[in-house]
Each structure stands twice: as structure tokens, then as C-alpha cells.
């Protein structure tokens, strides 16, 4: 029997384990299905199962009666839980929920099971699921619950093939000959199967940039190229808008008769991209947008490293005949970029004459590709983190034409891929979608096409279908190719396998779309990309390719139906006091294991963008902390909050409120105490005079709401203002750590924990660092420095937006996050707090509260800590004023802020900054 070999493995791990120690390695299983590779060289020799529905198990031997924990070393990039049984009996629950980042050797650590009381001799391990298995490389059975070491595994089997004399993957293959009559039989398929005779495409020099949302910013300067109209007869081109010389095309669109074409372009590289409209004919040709009038004066301010000024970009014909693009207009800059060099775009439109400019998302990060959908909604890529992983969700999104109605589609809690751009609908295929998937960095939007179907369950990644499942995306950073000589996915950050852009939907199985073929070179070759015929079977067929410049974003010449015209259904009343209505129908729904009627209040929070006026002269990192320019907090948000209030919650569960339009909005559900249960890890933009409204919490697009016997409670009274908590004279104030929570710690805390008299280990003073507090210091958890903590059940549990930066977005059950899951609350309010967890960590709760039975905080005192726990720890109340230590002497060193500043607007002149 094949167990014999699991148990109490010899030789070197032998003599690393204990005696009450049991090694397994992953490959050597008693019993398995078909379709698990014991050790996959793709993944790095870990135990792989393709497909769903697998199972593994594997037989150690017991050596004494006893109990034992199991650990067992795994990674997975998306959440994949199993069912546990141990020697024929099946655990309650499931176990391996977690995500650790990626699907290699580089992703695993460990998950610890028990303890368990066990018989002497053999025992069965098996895990089982009905959809996908992590990866594994082993388990350790031992008595101590502290994680092994993960030298008692066997090593993974990582093969690093030298690169080819290009610097290319392995078995790389010369680049194929453009033969004439392969590209003029392959122009003859796409012509029959888009039923035109004509291609519209763009030449450009490939762009260089250094992460997807920066091809507008940091490319190397390389002008040329045009927009070219291509016959697919005999392979003729024409170029249009050739008045337009020495510089870059950026992407277009094709107006739905087919006789106009929309496009961005950069004049010169200290310009930014502007849009302009010409016809296919090449006549006609004019700007539809000026920049703004101060646009010399934004440059001068706000150069830094590269252009700052205005670019509009990514333009889209609207079915009213408006325009949609995205343009840092908005004036904002990326949270998780230190030198504050990166702008930020986001989604606005104007109406053809260039005519009412208007905002629609007022996000504080990227969106890109806006494309009008059927039903004439807008789909787009958003990027986002509220109180998640910094990379991991840029997803695909939808609003109606006003900005109304925003939605995700798919993918605001897929780990992977963690960039999805380039959305298309699939025409005549309702519910399906194409999108690009490529990494974070270091590159431009490049990667693998990606179909998904919406029929699927949207919070899984059971939508998505690999259209070319040669390239992958398994890591924050590069690109996994298939190699051809092995069979294994191998990293390769320079982009030397093949590589897709600009996939454009034909049907479910035909795709056109820029592609570079392996032996074209690196993802940054000038010339490296042609135009292809990519199919579903697995086909990718070159129908166009030029010697000296790379060819995107082929589009058939041909008409299409427009869409219907969406009205808008604004309240005009609201409208004109920049608000919006939001109804909840019930609380509950989705909130398991939250007893009815415990749910009193919801929080009204906003995530503040980070402006371009909070730059500072002479700021070259100074304030700057773990990639935040403006430092707001320590290891937790990147991003800054605000509060507006708190609304009543009805006794079943619904609720209705008006909230600030224009705003980036997110909900916590709170009990009596005013301690948050759930937090909406996302935001969402109520547009002027719209009405919301939602079924309850962790809804999807496609959730129902119950039937109602009787119209909600809610609805029969006019809508809440938010109102201030209590012990608070305003419902809006900034959340801010030194003015809210410091001033109850020197009141009730410092006496014991100070700098003289540490009681527990702990310093509560005041006191400042170079960035924050002592006490702020001494409460949060370091995440840097290797730490890959997503949520630690400490004193104060928090969410590290920066680390890890992927696998940190699935969803958290109620109580997971805040004062439900904090010992510091629980320990002040030990009635009110039913902490969850083993026994270590119940035994030091109550050491805990006995120890600190004397403290008693007025409500309004609990208020300011448990709110400040519930939001995620945010230092700083807005983004203005000097943070390092070494300003202390400067009248802007830490000012307290007003509400104004914490919403952006500069309490100084720029000079007393």
C-alpha cells in the first residue's frame, strides 16, 4: 500500500521533526482523483487538481494517543474551500477559505486544524470540494500548534529555464513569415466573419510605461502612427486625419453609422492627449474638446516627473449623441503613488459640440475603456480600495449614461486577473462580456483575453473562460507563459511569451484583437504587434502586420445598432441640494447570522480622493509612508474618510436616507451601541437627484428582494438626514486620531501605560513619532517589513490596503472587522462584545478585562474609540498639513482639521503650506 510512505518521513526531515512530529509531503498521496498532478511542474511541483470537484488524500501514522493539530502549507489565489475529514469523519465547516496572494511556491503558508483528539495508528486525511482545490506542498502533524518550520517540507521543485539569447522564455520559436497569401486568406475569414470589407485600426510605437494605468504618463516619448482604414479585400490601407503629424494616437471609437471616428491624441510630450472627431473619409477633422482655460498654469503648478496637466482620453459615442471619456479633469492623483506623480482619470462626458462638460465617477482611482453597452449603459474598468487590497480589484463596472445607476458587473472580489480593462459586450450574447486581463505592473495594458458569462455565479471566478489560455495572470506583477518545451507556466516580467490587447467581440468564439506572437520579443517592442483573428479553439490567425510599428485596436468598418436613448430620472428637488435618495428594503438580507432586530443605525462614510492641491512645494517624499504622499494612516487605508452621519434602521430592517451627491459613498450597518457590524467594502456614486435603492447587504446585481407583504416601514415617512452621533454637535466631522481617540486615552489609559510605567508592554502616550503617535503606533499591527497579515484578531483588527496588495478583497462575514472583532473593545465593553476565537485567545480577553475592571468610558468615549476601530484606524483627517517630525517647529505641522480641509479644499495659500 502506497501510505507506507507518508508516514514519519526519514532521512534529513526526520531529523528536523520531533518526536511528535509527522511530515507529508503533498506528492505522496494514499488516494486521489484522475485529474491531480502529485507534484505539477507548472506550479512549481506542488500538488495541483485541474478541475473542480477533486479531492486528496493522504495516510499518516499516529505514533501515541493524543492530541494534534494539522498544518498543512498551501496557496491559492482566490478563495477555494474544501471539506476536512480525518480519519473517516467529516469536520464541521470548511477549512483552506483564505486567499494568499497567487498559485506558486512564492504564495504558500500555512493553516493550522485542531486540536484533535487521535487514536494511535494510521489515519486518513482527505480534502474535497465541489469547485476548485488550492495547491499544496505538504502537511505536518505535531502536538505544539505553533506553525512548523517550511524547511520540514520537501523544497518546491522551482525550475528557472536560462532565457534564450533574446531574453525570452524557453523553446522560444524564430517569428513566423508574413506570407502574403496566409495574410490574404486570413483577411478573406475575418471579412466573412464580420460581414464587412473593411477594418479601422490604429499604428502606434508600443508604449512603454511602467505599470497598466500609466501609458499616458511615463511611456517613452515615440511619436508617429496614424488611424488607417484597412481592406480586407486586398490588404490596400488609407490613412485618415493625416493632417495630424508627430504625434501619438491614443484608442477610438466608431460612430454607429459607421462614418465618423472618435479618437485621443498627444501633440507633443509635454501636451496632454486631447479628443478629436473626423470622418471615415478623412474629412471634417476637428477637436471636440479645448483644455482648460488655466491649462499652462495646472502644468506649471503641478509638473512633476512627467506631465501633469489635463489629458481626455478613451472617447465613446453615447446613444444621445454625447461623448464619453475619461480625463483627469477631476484633478486627482493615485493614493498608492509616494511622488504623486500619477494622475488619476475618471469617467466624464460632453455633449458633441464640446458643450456642458460634466463629471460622472468621482472615484479616487483610474477608470479606463469606457464602451456603450446594448441597452445604452455605460461599461467601463474601475479601479478601487475601500478597505481592501490596493491591487487585486479593477473591475469591470456599468452606469447609465448620467452617471446614474453605477454598478459592478463582475470581479470586485476576484483575486485574479487583477486588472480587467477593455470590456466589450459580446453582440447578440446577453450576459456575456470580453475583457483584457493583464497585471499591475511593470508594463502596459497588455495580457490575455478573457471572456465571461454573467449566467455564473458572479462572486466566483467560474465566469471567466481563458480565450487564450497560453498567457496568464497568477502574480501582482508580470506575465505566466506556457512554455512550450515543459508544458509549465513560467514567470516572465519582461513579456517575452505572446501577449493580446484591444480584443474586439465578433460572437462567443471570435475575437480580433493586437497580439505579438513568442519570437516578437519583449511586451515593449516597437514593432511587435499586428492584427489577428483570435478564436475560442484556441486558432490565432495574423491578418495584418507592419515592419517598423506595432497595429491595435481593429475594429470592422461597418454599422451597428444604436442603442436606446436612457431618459434621465433625476429628482429635481434633490438635485438642486446636491443630494441623492437611498432606500434599504431590509438589513438583514445577507447579513448571516445577525439576529433581527439588532440592527439600529447605518454609517455614512465617503472616501476622499487625494487632490492636487494638497501637493506641497518642496514635499519630495518628506511626508511620504508606504507609498502614501499625504501619510493618512499606519499599515491600514491608503485612502482618507470622512463621516456624514448616522440614519435610523427601521424595526424590519429597511431604511431610507438622503446622502451627498458626487460623492464616493460606503454604509455600515451598526447595532444599538453604535458598534458596526458590516462595512461596504466598496463605494458607489449617487449622481444629483437619483434614488437608489438596495435589497440589503453583500447583494448582487442579479439578487431579488423578497416578496413584501407590506410596503417597508421606511418608505412610509419622509427620507433621514444623517444626523450626529451621540456626544457629537455635527453629523459631518473628519475622522482624526489625535483629536478623537488621544484625548480619551490620556484620560483614562496613560496613567498606567506611559512612557515611565508600560503596564502590558504598551505605551498610550501621545507622544510623536516621525509620522504618527506613540500610542497610534503601539495599537497597530505592522504589515510591512514581510508581514502578510490580512486581518489580525488583535487589539485593534484592521484591513492592510498595501499589504498584501492582492488576495485581500473577499468577502468578510458580519463581525469580522471593527469593534465585534477588537479585544480592545471587548475589554472596555465585555457585555457588549461577544469576542469569537480559541482558546489563547479568550484566556488573554479575560486577563484583559479583569485587569482593567475599574476603567469606565462615558458612551460618547466608547463612541470615539469604537468608531475610530470601525473605520479602520485612519490617523490623519485630511490630507493637507506636514506630517514628519522634523516640521514640528512649522506653524502646518499637524494642523487639527476642519471639515473643509478633510474634504480637500486648502485651509492655507500654497506658499504657507
Known amino acids: 500500500m502506497r501510505s507506507s510512505v507518508l508516514v514519519w518521513v526519514l532521512a534529513v526531515l526526520a531529523a528536523a521533526a520531533s518526536a511528535e512530529t509527522i511530515v507529508v509531503p503533498a506528492a505522496q498521496m494514499s488516494d486521489r482523483d484522475q485529474r491531480v498532478v502529485p507534484a505539477d511542474g507548472k506550479y512549481d511541483g506542488l500538488a495541483v487538481c485541474h478541475g473542480a470537484g477533486g479531492f486528496e488524500e493522504w495516510t499518516a501514522r499516529i505514533p501515541a494517543v493524543g492530541a494534534y493539530f494539522v498544518h498543512v502549507r498551501y496557496c491559492s489565489g482566490n478563495s477555494r474551500p474544501c ?88 523553446n522560444e520559436p524564430p517569428p513566423p513569415p508574413n506570407d502574403p497569401g496566409v495574410l490574404a486568406a486570413n483577411r478573406q475569414a475575418v471579412r466573412k466573419l464580420i460581414g464587412a470589407d473593411e477594418i479601422v485600426f490604429i499604428k502606434r510605437i508600443t508604449y512603454t510605461s511602467n505599470h497598466y494605468y500609466t501609458e499616458y504618463l511615463n511611456s517613452r516619448w515615440a511619436p508617429g502612427g496614424g488611424i488607417f482604414v484597412l481592406s480586407l479585400i486586398d490588404g490596400s ?183 480587467m480593462v477593455q470590456a466589450r459586450p459580446i453582440p447578440n450574447a446577453p450576459g456575456q462580456y470580453v475583457f483584457l486581463g493583464c497585471p499591475h505592473y511593470p508594463q502596459n495594458a497588455l495580457g490575455t483575453i478573457v471572456r465571461i458569462d454573467m449566467s455564473q455565479p458572479i462572486r466566483t471566478d467560474e465566469p471567466m473562460t481563458y480565450i487564450t489560455p497560453e498567457v496568464k495572470l497568477l502574480a501582482e506583477g508580470g506575465w505566466h507563459f506556457q512554455d512550450g518545451a515543459s508544458d509549465r507556466m513560467i514567470v516572465d516580467r519582461g513579456g517575452n511569451g505572446p501577449l493580446y490587447r484591444d480584443p474586439w467581440p465578433i460572437d462567443p468564439e471570435h475575437f480580433l484583437a493586437a497580439h505579438k506572437p513568442r519570437g516578437y520579443g519583449s511586451a ?61 428594503t431590509d438589513v438583514y438580507q445577507g447579513l448571516e447570522g445577525v439576529e433581527r432586530g439588532s440592527i439600529r443605525h447605518i454609517r455614512v462614510l465617503e472616501q476622499i480622493p487625494r487632490p492636487w492641491r494638497a501637493r506641497r512645494p518642496g514635499n519630495r517624499g518628506s511626508d511620504c509612508y508606504d507609498q502614501q504622499y499625504a501619510v493618512v494612516s499606519k499599515d491600514t487605508a491608503l485612502g482618507l474618510k470622512v463621516q456624514h452621519g448616522v440614519v435610523p434602521v427601521e424595526s424590519d430592517g429597511s431604511a431610507h436616507f438622503v446622502v451627498p451627491a458626487n460623492a464616493n459613498i460606503f454604509l455600515q450597518v451598526l447595532d444599538e451601541n453604535y458598534l458596526a457590524v458590516q462595512t461596504e467594502r466598496t463605494f ?54 489625535p483629536s478623537d481617540v488621544q484625548p480619551v486615552l490620556d484620560r483614562h489609559c496613560v496613567k498606567c501605560h506611559n512612557e515611565k510605567d508600560t503596564q502590558g508592554g504598551l505605551d498610550l502616550t501621545g507622544r510623536p513619532t516621525q509620522f504618527f503617535s506613540v500610542s497610534y503606533e503601539n495599537l497597530i499591527t505592522e504589515r510591512r517589513r514581510g508581514r502578510t497579515d490580512r486581518r489580525e484578531p488583535d487589539l485593534v483588527p484592521t484591513i492592510g490596503e498595501n499589504h498584501p496588495k492582492t488576495g485581500n478583497i473577499h468577502y468578510l462575514p458580519a463581525r469580522s472587522l471593527g469593534s465585534h472583532n477588537s479585544l480592545l473593545i471587548a475589554m472596555l465593553v465585555p457585555d457588549k462584545v461577544h469576542i469569537q476565537g480559541d482558546k489563547d485567545r479568550l484566556d488573554r480577553l479575560a486577563k484583559l478585562v479583569k485587569a482593567h475592571r475599574e476603567v469606565r468610558l462615558q458612551p460618547a468615549e466608547l463612541l470615539k474609540i469604537s468608531n475610530w476601530v470601525d473605520t479602520n484606524a485612519q490617523y490623519y483627517g485630511s490630507y493637507f498639513g506636514r506630517r514628519n517630525l522634523r516640521d514640528k517647529d512649522h506653524p502646518n505641522f499637524r494642523p487639527v482639521p476642519t471639515w473643509e480641509s478633510a474634504i480637500g479644499i486648502p485651509p492655507l495659500p500654497e506658499d504657507q503650506r
Not at 502586420?545 to 485596436?553: G, K, T
Open 237 to 419: 490601407q488609407r490613412q485618415i486625419a493625416s493632417e495630424l503629424q508627430g504625434g501619438v494616437f491614443g484608442r477610438m471609437d466608431l460612430s454607429f453609422d459607421a462614418k465618423k471616428v472618435l479618437f485621443d491624441w498627444k501633440r507633443s510630450k509635454d501636451e496632454g492627449y486631447r479628443i478629436y472627431e473626423v470622418g471615415i473619409d478623412g474629412t471634417g477633422l476637428r477637436q471636440v474638446l479645448p483644455p482648460p482655460p488655466d491649462e499652462a498654469e495646472l502644468v506649471k503648478r503641478y509638473h512633476l516627473d512627467y506631465h501633469n496637466g489635463t489629458d481626455d482620453m478613451h472617447p465613446c459615442y453615447l446613444a444621445d449623441g454625447g461623448i464619453a471619456f475619461v480625463s483627469t479633469r477631476c484633478q486627482a492623483s493615485t493614493l498608492c503613488n509616494g511622488a504623486d506623480a500619477f494622475t488619476t482619470p475618471v469617467l466624464f462626458r460632453v455633449n458633441a459640440d464640446g458643450h456642458n462638460l460634466r463629471q460622472l465617477s468621482f472615484g479616487a482611482l483610474s477608470e479606463f475603456s469606457p464602451a456603450l453597452l446594448p441597452d445604452g449603459r455605460i461599461l467601463y474598468s474601475r479601479w478601487e480600495y475601500v478597505d481592501k487590497g490596493a491591487v487585486a480589484a479593477k473591475c469591470i463596472w456599468a452606469m447609465r449614461p448620467d452617471g446614474s445607476a453605477s454598478e459592478e458587473v463582475y470581479g470586485n472580489d476576484i483575486d485574479f486577473p487583477t486588472t
Open 524 to 584: 515593449y517592442a516597437p514593432s511587435g504587434y499586428g492584427l489577428y483573428l483570435v478564436t475560442a479553439s484556441g486558432k490565432v490567425e495574423p491578418f495584418h502586420r507592419e515592419a517598423d510599428i506595432s497595429c491595435w485596436q481593429p475594429m470592422p468598418l461597418a454599422p451597428r445598432p444604436r442603442p436606446p436613448v436612457m431618459v434621465s430620472e433625476a429628482d429635481a428637488q434633490l438635485a438642486a441640494q446636491n443630494q441623492a435618495r437611498c432606500v434599504v
Open 684 to 737: 458607489v456614486n449617487f449622481m444629483p437627484g437619483e434614488t437608489r435603492s438596495c435589497i440589503g447587504c453583500h447583494e448582487t446585481p442579479r439578487s431579488a428582494p423578497a416578496p413584501l407583504g407590506a410596503p417597508p416601514l421606511a418608505l412610509r415617512r419622509e427620507a433621514s438626514l444623517p444626523g450626529p452621533q451621540p456626544g457629537e454637535t455635527s453629523a459631518r466631522r473628519p475622522l482624526h486620531y
Open 83 to 170: 471539506a476536512l475529514t480525518l480519519g473517516g469523519v467529516k469536520q464541521p465547516g470548511q477549512v483552506l477559505k483564505g486567499r494568499t496572494g497567487g498559485f506558486l511556491a512564492a504564495n504558500l503558508t500555512w493553516e493550522t486544524w485542531g486540536p484533535f483528539q487521535l487514536d494511535k495508528g494510521p489515519l486518513k486525511i482527505r480534502l474535497d470540494t465541489r469547485g476548485l482545490m488550492p495547491h499544496f506542498l505538504g502537511l505536518v502533524i505535531s502536538t505544539d500548534k505553533k506553525q512548523p518550520d517550511p524547511k520540514l517540507l520537501p523544497a518546491p521543485k522551482i525550475v528557472r529555464p536560462a532565457p534564450s539569447p533574446r531574453g525570452a522564455v524557453s
